[in-house]
Every structure is written in C-alpha cells, then in structure tokens.
C-alpha cells in the first residue's frame, strides 16, 4: 500500500507541473491528492499495519484508526496557521488596491530612460514583495509596465526581470513568499535570522541579471506618455497603503513579543484594517462602499490558490506520518550525502514542480531535533526553493501571473530569461555559501 500512496502523490505531482499542457486545474489535482493518500492510509492492509507497529509508529494494530484521527487533527492544526495567515494577507492587500493605494508608488516613476527605468522596477519590485507577496507584486508591477513601456518585446524583458526581482525579494522576508513564510510559521526559521542570512544573496541574485542585461539595452522610450488612470486615485489610497503595510510589518514584531503563530497577528492587523475602513467613504451608499470594504476584499482574494496550499500540505501530511518522506531523507542523505547539494537541487526542481510541496516535503524530510530553528540547511532551502522557480516561467507564481497577463510563451522565456535567471540563482547560492 505504501507504494500505491507514493504513487498516488508522484502522478499528482505532475499533473500540478503540467497543470498548463493537460488543461486541468492544479488546485483540483492538489485536493484529489491530499484527500486520496489519506484515504488510502485509512484502507491500509494488515500487512502495513504490521510494519507501522514494527517500526514504532503504531503501538498496536488495533490504534490504526485513532493514530489516523489524531495524526489528521495535528496536520489541519499546523496547516490552518498557513492558511490564515495567506487569507489575512491576500485580504490586507486586496484592500489597499480598492483605494488605489499602490498608486503612490507607481505614480513616481516616470523616467523614460530604458536602462534606469529597468535598475528602478526591478528595486521597487524587490522591496515590494518583501511585504507583500511575488504574486501581488508580479501583478502590480506588469500593469505599472504597460503605462510606461509600449513596446511588447521590450515589456516582455522587462517582465521577466520582474519574475527574478519578485522571487528575489520574497526568498528573505518571512511573509514575501509562501515557502518561506511556511518556514517561519513552522519554526525553522525566526525572522530577524532569515533577513540577515539571506538578505545580501537575494541583492546578487538580482543585481547579477541586472549588470548583464544593462549592456544589452540602451536608449530612451520616445513617443509615449503614460495614459491617465480610467479612475481617479481614491483620496483615502495612500492612508489606506501607510496603514495596510503598517499591518504587515509589524507581524513579525508581534510574533517576537508575543511567541503566537504569526497567523495571530496578520488577523489582528486585518480587523484593525477592517474597523478603519469602517469609518472611510461616508457619504457613499451601501452598493458603492462594498468595493472598498473588507467584504468585497474578500470576496476578490484567490481562493483557488488556498485551497491549492492546504490540498499540498495534506498529501505531505499523510507521507509524513508514516514516515516514508524521513526514510526518502535518509536515501538521499546516503546518495549524495551534502545537504548543500541536496537542497541546490531542490531549488533547480522547484522550476519544473511547484515549490510549495517541495519545501513542505522537506520540512518534513528533515527533523527539527536534527536540525533546530535557523540552522543553514533552512536559510538555505529558503533561498534555493524561492529563487529557483525563476528558473522558468511555470517555476513559480509570479511566473504564471505573468505569462497570462502578457501572454508570455514558455519557450520565449526560455531562450530569453532562464540564462539570466539561472546566473542570478547560482550567484545568489554561492555568495550564501561564502558567507556560512
């Protein structure tokens, strides 16, 4: 049975790589695995059962059942904090750009020069994601592109700069990607550690591609100005941006002050956004104030994508319990015997399958008891499984945004950025590994 639910788990691997090719939803796959494995562990024959118990997992082969039960409330208890928090972000977000909130930032750029132009997106676009997510900032970033750079083949480059920049900037802030955010809410990382360790690699990860491409490009953007907003800049935006980035600043600091999950303190921030967007618009009626409302918030945040994380984590969840992703450790670990390799890797595979069940199989692959909070071999699979979906434009969300929002073809992408990515990638590693 164990070989069947690996099985299982490897077959919906690929169908979530090439959700794309085969026209079906990964979040659809995510779920059918997730609930699959567990139920195939439920129907497990007596000779697994048997092995569970020589192994030490099972006391008995009459505890089966409530080994499952139990086991299965402990996961929903570690992936409901993930959830939560990646609810109360995306909503936080959605809020600020009802208001136009972004529009103070975006409304500053304004030079026409392609060089700088490419040095002032790519920056803005790390440090954005840093606080907010790649994904939100990817689609921010694109639709400020299409104001100031007509030419699609010039946009094109320019996006894909975006992609590396976004994956960047969220690799070494704890709520600037999922997988280190997944990271942090587990423990193996604490967030003024993973700042420090991995802030200087994302910089060369980035400004590596950048140095490259500047001698490729010159020139000015002529015969183009920028087109006015189809909607006039909400008045309340840039309170809403001060007050909605205050929020998720300071997660981290109430994580350290109180020691709750950080998903405690992003649905304190929520309802103190929440209460303040109360009291804003006064004089508009109940159908107009819903777009600027936590509501209407919430009823815009991608929810396929939530329900795509906790269908992944409960497939990983159930291979964990039985300990085969621990043995799959200890295989590699006799293979190829350097972490450090293992998890370079690692980073290389999140540009093919999706990083999200990469980093939550090998937070469970590797035990905290071996490996406590902040030890390398988590920096390090921070950086590696956040940068290296650049990789390809499928490696990572921002990758997809991207390649629907300007119809970007895979094999373009390709010939024109995975150079520059992957320069970018090994620069980043090496410059960590330096430093350690």
């Known amino acids: ?16 790589a090439f959700e ?10 995510a779920l ?5 494995c567990w139920a195939l562990l439920a129907l497990a024959p007596g000779d697994m059962i048997n092995g569970l118990v020589t192994e030490g997992i099972l006391t008995s082969p009459d505890g089966m059942a409530a080994f499952l039960n139990g086991t299965l409330s402990h996961q929903l208890a570690n992936i409901s904090g993930i959830l939560f928090f990646l609810i109360g972000a995306m909503t936080i977000v959605e809020l600020i750009d009802a208001h136009d909130g972004f529009h103070f930032i975006t409304a500053r750029i304004k030079t026409k020069d392609v060089r700088q132009l490419l040095w002032i997106i790519s920056w803005v676009t790390f440090f954005l994601s840093a606080v907010l997510d790649n994904l939100t900032t990817t689609i921010v970033m694109v639709s400020l592109l299409r104001t100031v750079v007509p030419y699609r083949d010039l946009r094109m480059l320019f996006t894909g700069i975006i992609i590396i920049a976004a994956n960047a900037g969220g690799a070494w802030s704890p709520i600037g990607d999922v997988t280190t955010t997944m990271l942090w809410i587990g423990g193996q990382v604490s967030s003024g550690s993973i700042i420090q360790s991995l802030f200087l690699p994302s910089v060369v990860c980035l400004v590596v591609p950048l140095i490259f491409l500047s001698f490729r490009l010159k020139g000015k953007i002529e015969g183009f100005e920028k087109e006015a907003p189809k909607q ?8 809403m941006l001060a007050v909605g980035m205050a929020a998720l600043i300071c997660v981290p600091v109430f994580k350290t002050v109180t020691h709750l999950p950080p998903f405690m303190g992003i649905l304190l921030g929520l309802g103190v956004l929440w209460i303040f967007s109360e009291f804003l618009n006064p004089t508009l009626d109940d159908a107009e104030r819903t777009r600027y409302s936590v509501a209407g918030a919430l009823s815009r945040i991608d929810i396929p994508s939530v329900l795509f994380f906790f269908g992944i984590l409960l497939a990983v969840g159930a291979l964990e319990s039985i300990q085969l992703l621990e043995h799959f450790a200890h295989n590699l670990d006799d293979l190829i015997g350097d972490q450090r390799v293992i998890i370079t890797l690692i980073g290389i595979g999140s540009a093919i399958v999706d990083n999200v069940p990469l980093v939550s199989a090998s937070m469970a692959m590797y035990s905290m008891e071996s490996f406590p909070m902040d030890t390398m071999i988590w920096h390090y699979l921070a950086y590696c499984a956040g940068t290296g979906g650049s990789l390809l434009i499928i490696g990572s969300a921002a990758g997809v945004a991207a ?11 390709l010939r024109n950025i995975s150079f520059l990515a992957l320069l970018g990638y090994g620069s980043g590693a090496i410059c960590y590994l330096l430093m350690q």
Do not use: C, Q
């Not at 049975?1 to 979530?16: A, D, K, Q, T």
């Not at 794309?20 to 796959?29: F, V, Y």
């Open 1 to 16: 049975m164990e070989s069947v639910i690996v099985s299982v788990f490897i077959v919906g691997y690929l169908l979530i």
């Open 20 to 29: 794309h090719p085969i026209r079906i939803n990964k979040t659809a796959t």
């Open 32 to 36: 059918l695995t997730g609930t699959l």
């Open 232 to 239: 006039p800049m909400h008045k309340s935006g840039n309170t």
């Open 403 to 413: 390649m629907g929002m300007e119809k970007i073809d895979f094999f373009w992408f």
